[in-house]
């Protein structure tokens, strides 16, 4: 595989490792108190690490809209990695003098993109948009990061976009780059192109073609076709022919539409495997690889095997260029509604179409690039479906409560705007969100525990660092943190003591492992043996296990 290299490169490989988890501080709720949506303002590779506790392995589809480094610095974002926090953690990070213009993206976004990948479900996906800028750049690290076989599809977007313009060859297209966590894990995505017109047979219920295929890629073999084998008419017979494909060496007599004896026919075939399958199970339905019932049975008057296809499930037809999704100008006017200027942001309908390649109606979706929440507004706007999907958005500019936050309040609550002297309503999608900024680190400067953490921002550290996944649901009762596969987590600050141990194992029946952090312990080794006890000591196995 091509291998990537840039100046900083060293420096940032493991960089994620190193970023200090802090606390998510929500104070602020819009809507329902009681939804899991977040907006959170800071910046995003702290942010993402944070999130790691609560959400590793948890997030079934990331988008992003990272800047796309064209050196533009006019817009309301920068487009150029200069924004005060990446200079400043460019500057702290790497020798940041001698770094190109692409070098210092390939910095910004390398370590972002690592902890995405932790924060994906087995079966997620990541959604990235980009330009020509830095198309191949960013294909090689996420080739690296995520694995080059994990690669779904690059798509190509036509923008829509103003080509009213004096350039020798217009330019109306972005790219979305999409990779998966694992390729194997991901299903054929429950959609049809809206492009497809509505006559197409891809909305037909059941779809009917002959597997007798003739080419390269379906090489000519004689298959048995036994007696009793279906046959869509109910009497006649069709002479042997030996001239052209398929060739028929037996006479086929059909009785009550089923073949009365065995007969040979040799021809390229495209479903051959399935044809068998479909003869050693007697005859009965076999399921394709989109998890479609489907027969076969042969045809009158050329002999033919048809398969038919029963589509009890969607149909799957995804194209790799989007079109007709909208543009960012009419996204703007939209937005204006709202008494949001933003430049260049992502069309909902876009968003929307690629929520919809997964089935999961309770999915947790990300955007560490918000913007103004295009991904949240398209959140929403699927859960119409009856979903409970998730949000949560990460924006480290200003914007994130004024613009960001703004907007999703009125989408939420619904809200009036003017146009040419007359109001117009926009209902409200309802749901809710909290918004939260980064608080306090969980090891202060000394490398001590932050003395101003919560015994519950501590357990759900704690419970990470241990089990590598984030604790469920449920506030924890002190010492108690929680549990795992019958293995049970304690949290005793100070000091773990022999009556602690009694009470412990007292208190649980059956168990494969009590683990305790603590600071000092006087229980001797054996007796933590005999009762399988495993102590860590705080702080060094906090930061170290």
């Not at 042969?298 to 038919?308: K, R, S």
């Not at 998730?390 to 960001?404: C, G, N, P, R, S």
């Not at 357990?459 to 990470?464: D, L, T």
Request: charged share 25%; hydrophobic share 35%; with cysteine.
């Amino acid at each position: 595989m091509p291998y990537i290299d840039w100046l900083g490169k060293d420096d940032v490989v493991h960089h994620h490792k190193e970023i200090a988890y802090k606390t998510i501080d929500c104070q602020d709720v819009v809507g329902d108190v009681e939804s899991e949506n977040m907006i959170i303002k800071g910046d995003n590779l702290l942010a993402l690490k944070s999130l790691l506790p609560y959400y590793a392995g948890a997030v079934k589809m990331i988008y992003i809209d990272p800047p796309y480094n064209t050196g533009n610095t006019s817009w309301i974002y920068s487009d150029n990695s200069d924004s005060p926090l990446i200079k400043k953690w460019l500057n702290d990070t790497v020798n940041a003098d001698d770094l190109s213009r692409s070098d210092k993206w390939l910095c910004m976004m390398y370590p972002r993109l690592k902890l995405l990948r932790e924060l994906l479900k087995e079966d997620g996906v990541i959604f990235i948009s980009i330009d020509d800028s830095e198309f191949g750049h960013l294909r090689m690290i996420c080739d690296e990061i995520f694995g080059s076989k994990n690669l779904i599809e690059t798509f190509i977007w036509n923008t829509d976009g103003n080509i009213d313009n004096q350039k020798k060859i217009k330019n109306n297209h972005e790219y979305v780059l999409c990779y998966a966590k694992n390729v194997e894990t991901f299903k054929s995505p429950p959609i049809i192109d809206p492009n497809i017109p509505s006559n197409s047979k891809l909305f037909k219920s059941a779809i009917k073609n002959t597997i007798i295929k003739n080419g390269v890629k379906n090489p000519i073999s004689k298959v048995t076709i036994p007696k009793g084998f279906p046959a869509n008419f109910e009497k006649g017979n069709i002479s042997k022919d030996i001239e052209g494909y398929p060739i028929k060496y037996n006479d086929i007599v059909i009785k009550n539409y089923k073949l009365t004896e065995d007969i040979v026919i040799e021809s390229g075939w495209s479903s051959k495997q399935m044809l068998l399958d479909f003869i050693d199970n007697g005859f009965k339905p076999v399921i394709d690889s989109k998890g479609q019932s489907s027969i076969f049975y042969l045809t009158n008057p050329t002999g033919a095997i048809y398969v038919e296809k029963n589509r009890s499930n969607k149909q799957s037809h995804v194209l790799s260029v989007l079109q007709n999704f909208g543009s960012t100008q009419q996204m703007s006017k939209t937005l204006a509604t709202m008494n949001i200027d933003f430049d260049y942001p992502k069309p909902l309908k876009l968003i929307e179409y690629l929520l919809s390649l997964n089935d999961d109606k309770n999915a947790v979706i990300l955007d560490s690039f918000a913007g103004t929440g295009t991904t949240a507004h398209a959140v929403l706007e699927k859960n119409k479906d009856g979903g409970n999907r998730k949000f949560i958005l990460i924006e480290l500019e200003e914007y994130a409560e004024t613009l960001t936050k703004q907007r999703m309040s009125k989408v939420v609550n619904g809200y009036t705007y003017v146009n040419k002297n007359k109001s117009f309503e926009v209902a409200p999608l309802g749901g809710g969100f909290k918004y939260c900024e980064l608080g306090e680190e969980i090891f202060d400067e000394s490398g001590e525990l932050n003395p101003k953490l919560s015994f519950s921002d501590i357990a759900k550290h704690i419970y990470f660092v241990e089990f590598k996944q984030p604790r469920g649901k449920g506030e924890s009762k002190e010492p108690f943190v929680g549990s795992y596969k019958q293995k049970h987590l304690y949290f005793y600050e100070k000091q773990f003591k022999v009556a602690q141990l009694k009470s412990l194992v007292a208190s649980h029946e059956k168990y494969k492992q009590l683990i305790v952090y603590t600071r000092r312990c006087s229980i001797s080794a054996d007796e933590l043996k005999k009762h399988n006890v495993t102590v860590r000591y705080i702080p060094y196995d906090i930061k170290d296990n």
